[in-house]
């Protein structure tokens, strides 16, 4: 007995040991801190009834959709398809989406950009970026669904948009990759001659709800990271950060780090729109470009800290933060300096047409917390301070943007890219709360195997110290998100009833289907709980068409009542809709399969939801 009692003993106190060296590394943070358990918990808790006082609009990286949260719940409200099919929307599958995503099956959603009026968010659109394949999409925030969506030529990825002026004149997208216009075959040992940087200027009109490409900008053939517009007395300006000044193309991890300093492109929008109504471009394949070799002015170069990411203007419009990935570095340049320095013509170099400015004479201070490493973006809240996400060091660094003071540090968990204060990117940022997006969740979470998922953790900025107050897991990949007030947004219930919609049916007894050649043209409704394709057949809820024929099924949901959703799936011929309250919708196929096919309701809609269906019946060619 006495030989046994001393390892027993002994494994109960290296176990109280290992737990209080456990407890102590979580009880620096968060909500599993015992003191901090219930008000951590309150902080967040919105009770059933109740609404979030936020929207996080969140991009979804290469899912293609958009991820939409409420804050301070953090709980995920709705994930809407942008640059991706979704067959829980029928997104790309009807008529209309599947023409707008243009064939592709994916894309790379990197950057929200809410609409702004006088620098504050509006809550009116939304615009998104396609990453992968070169597409701006902009979507109506009264029904989150995409309006329009533009293919951006001679663009090797929109990686540092969309960024939005200050009353929405413009959208700019500068690319991440330089390609050769109209992405003609060229070799990489003619990179300096033929690739370019190309940047566009994207306009949207409210009324036509349409996009379109104003004009490019042939920058050098740098890579284009992040970019921020300005604000107030810097509104006329937008700011870019470059990496691979070096003009490598190969084995970029060593060759693009080469040098010490990458640029800062700083250019004035107002001053480019002059140049394009002056006829001062250049029309290549139809596109007005401006080319700084030939059309000098309004664009400049400053040189920043080794490789930067992000780039990020203060509320105030005062000053521009850029994060050097490379230097540990958060350098703040002042607009009012660089202004100077270009009436004074402070040059110190030219690239490409483009003048640099003198570093020292544009830079106001340089921040370097200690042992702080990876700055990547900053946002802002409502008392002057500035947060910094640090990627290596896995921190949010709270620090006076006017002073360069360091006040308050916390950890994150983990490796912070972006991260978003609520309306922290606005001219009036709210303070409240913060969000950091991590890459890596590692050991956060339940496992679901080698693959984690990402995590985003809220985090309260109200008081002096932050503290982290929620974790949740999030699919990959937000790149960057914006938070805005609930009640700047105001969706509509239901589509509004309008009798002269093209293919709308509102009466049961105009339901009908009507052939045109081989083309047979469905015009239908959907109600609770049934199908109405053709209110004069034997069965109303039956289509059927002979095996070739092109088929149109126009379908209006008359059930003018919020959350009535209906769907039509069409069994085993890979088609599925949503029709959503009011909203008329066409699916088009050809029915090049003969056979009978179940079609039915794929959205809940009443206890009788399982009655809601009907048939496909396709006749054989004789
Ligand atoms: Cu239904």
Redesign the pocket.
């Known amino acids: 007995m006495k030989k046994q009692l001393i390892p027993v003993l002994a494994g109960l106190l290296a176990g109280v040991l290992v737990a209080t060296l456990f407890f102590a590394e979580f009880t620096t943070y968060g909500p599993y801190s015992t003191a901090g358990v219930n008000s951590a918990a309150e902080k967040v808790y919105v009770p059933l009834g109740e609404h979030d006082d936020y929207y996080l609009i969140a991009s979804g990286g290469h899912s293609g959709q958009l991820y939409v949260y409420g804050i301070p719940s953090m709980r995920r409200i709705r994930t809407v398809p942008v640059f991706t099919p979704d067959p829980a929307t029928g997104y790309g599958f009807n008529q209309k989406t599947k023409e707008m995503l243009g064939g592709y099956t994916w894309g790379d959603f990197h950057h929200p950009a809410l609409s702004l009026t006088e620098g504050e968010y509006d809550g009116k659109w939304l615009f998104a970026t396609d990453v992968a394949n070169n597409r701006i999409a902009v979507l109506d925030l009264k029904t989150f669904m995409v309006k329009d969506m533009l293919k951006v030529p001679n663009t090797g990825g929109p990686h540092c948009s969309a960024f939005v002026t200050e009353n929405t004149e413009y959208i700019f997208l500068p690319t991440r990759f330089s390609v050769p216009f109209g992405h003609e075959y060229a070799s990489l040992d003619d990179y300096e001659k033929k690739f370019k940087g190309v940047m566009s200027a994207v306009t949207f009109d409210e009324e036509t709800q349409k996009l379109e490409l104003a004009y490019q900008v042939a920058l050098p053939p740098y890579s284009y990271d992040v970019a921020d517009t300005g604000k107030g007395i810097s509104a006329d300006w937008a700011v870019i950060t470059t990496y691979n000044t070096e003009l490598a193309t190969t084995d970029l991890e060593i060759n693009a780090s080469q040098f010490d300093r990458d640029y800062l492109v700083l250019f004035n929008w107002r001053e480019l729109e002059k140049k394009i109504e002056q006829g001062e471009y250049d029309l290549i394949d139809g596109i007005k470009v401006i080319d700084p070799l030939k059309h000098k002015g309004g664009i400049y170069l400053v040189p920043a800290a080794k490789s930067p990411h992000g780039v990020d203007v203060t509320p105030d419009g005062k000053y521009f933060i850029s994060s050097g990935k490379l230097a540990p570095l958060l350098t703040v340049f002042s607009f009012e300096k660089a202004f100077e320095a270009i009436e004074k013509e402070k040059f110190v170099d030219e690239k490409f047409g483009i003048p640099v400015l003198d570093y020292e004479s544009v830079m106001v201070r340089e921040v370097n917390p200690e042992n702080a490493l990876g700055p990547l973006h900053t946002t802002f809240d409502d008392q002057g301070y500035a947060y910094s996400s640090m990627f290596i060091s896995s921190e949010v660094i709270k620090w006076n943007y006017e002073t360069g003071e360091v006040v308050d540090r916390v950890d994150v968990h983990y490796s912070p890219g972006h991260l978003v204060a609520a309306e922290g990117d606005t001219k009036s940022p709210k303070g409240e709360w913060l969000v950091s997006l991590n890459k890596m969740a590692k050991d956060n979470f339940l496992s679901v195997g080698p693959s984690h998922p990402e995590s985003m953790q809220l985090i309260d900025i109200s008081g002096d110290k932050m503290e982290v107050v929620l974790t949740v897991p999030v699919d990959p990949e937000p790149h960057y998100a914006q938070i805005i007030s609930a009640d700047k947004i105001n969706p509509i219930h239901v589509f509004e009833k309008d009798e002269g919609r093209p293919n709308s049916v509102w009466r049961q007894e105009d339901a009908r289907i009507e052939r045109k050649g081989n083309e047979v043209h469905v015009y239908g409704i959907?109600m609770?709980?049934k199908y109405i394709f053709d209110a004069n057949a034997k069965r109303k809820d039956v289509i059927e068409v002979e095996e070739g024929d092109r088929v149109f099924i126009h379908l209006t949901n008359i059930d003018l009542d919020q959350d009535i959703t209906?769907?039509l799936g069409i069994s085993d011929y890979d088609l599925t809709m949503e029709i959503q309250p009011g909203e008329t919708v066409t699916l088009e196929f050809t029915a090049d399969k003969a056979g009978t096919y179940p079609l039915y309701?794929t959205?809940?809609?009443?206890a009788l939801?399982q009655e809601?269906k009907g048939y496909l019946l396709v006749k054989p060619k004789k």
């Not at 959205?603 to 009443?606: P, T």
């Open positions: 959907a609770r709980s209906h769907g309701c959205n809940f809609c009443s939801h809601m």
